[in-house]
Structure formats: C-alpha cells, structure tokens
C-alpha cells in the first residue's frame, strides 16, 4: 500500500504556521486544533520544519518565556518527508526506527498533507482485515 491511499481518505489538510510567530500562537494552534504537530513554513508556504508539543516542552525546560519565544527556536528544522508513492510499511519502518510520529508528505516539493504513525497502523489494521473477510470468505465457499 502507498501513502496515496492513506492521503485520499484522510484528506491533504495541513495545519501550518510560520517561525517568525511565537509559541502562545503554536501552542493555541496545536489545543484548537486537538492536534500534536503543526507543519512550520515560509511565507511562499515551503516547509522549513515542524513542531511539536514534545519540541515545546523541551523549549519550556529550557526557558521560563517559552510562550514569547518564536516558533524558530523550538521547531525541529531537520524534516524528514515522505511522497505520495512512498510504500507505507517503509515509512512504518523509518518512523519507528527514527523514532518520530508525524511525516510532511510533498509532492513536486509542495506540501501534500501529512501522515502520523496513528495513520499508519489504521492502513495497515484495515488491510489484514480484508485479507481476513477475504479468506474467510475463500474457506466457506469452498
């Protein structure tokens, strides 16, 4: 299965913000939203990092203004992204392995939507469950 297909059911939605704004907007954003990451651009809208609630708490052990801060000191500016046409147990795998939860997917280098680990499993889950039907369907015929 490809990530295409967890995108045209989820919808290519993306919840962004830029870094010049601070981490009260984020943090509103985020609690608004009921979200846990908010994709950070530029002003053309080109992805230049992502952050997270965990990226505010560190900011937060870190300093007492946290909430003044701009989002460009506690985003994660290294992202891994994802395409369209990435297969979803490898994108499993490299989340898993690099130990993060939420992957940008861009498509021609625009921001496509974003998929999370939650994401993932629920593909995964949905595809055993057809394969089941599908044998059980397959024992009781014959």
């Known amino acids: 299965m490809k990530l295409r297909t967890i995108l045209?059911?989820?919808?290519?939605?993306?919840?962004?913000?830029?870094?010049?704004?601070?981490?009260?907007?984020?943090?509103t954003l985020l609690a608004q939203r009921k979200i846990g990451v908010l994709i950070v651009v530029d002003a053309a809208g080109a992805l230049v990092g992502i952050l997270s609630e965990r990226?505010?708490?560190?900011?937060?052990?870190?300093?007492?203004?946290?909430?003044?801060?701009?989002?460009?000191?506690?985003?994660?500016?290294?992202?891994?992204?994802?395409?369209?046409?990435?297969?979803?147990?490898?994108?499993?795998?490299?989340m898993t392995d690099r130990r993060f939860r939420h992957l940008p997917i861009l498509d021609g280098g625009r921001l496509a939507g974003i998929i999370s680990i939650g994401d993932l499993v629920k593909a995964q889950l949905d595809e055993y469950e057809g394969e089941i039907d599908s044998l059980q369907f397959q024992i009781t015929k014959g």
């Open 55 to 94: 990226d505010v708490i560190r900011e937060a052990a870190r300093h007492d203004d946290v909430l003044a801060r701009p989002v460009s000191e506690a985003m994660t500016k290294s992202v891994i992204t994802g395409t369209p046409q990435d297969d979803v147990s490898s994108v499993m795998q490299t």
């Open 8 to 27: 045209a059911t989820k919808g290519a939605e993306v919840v962004t913000i830029q870094a010049n704004q601070t981490l009260k907007e984020a943090v």
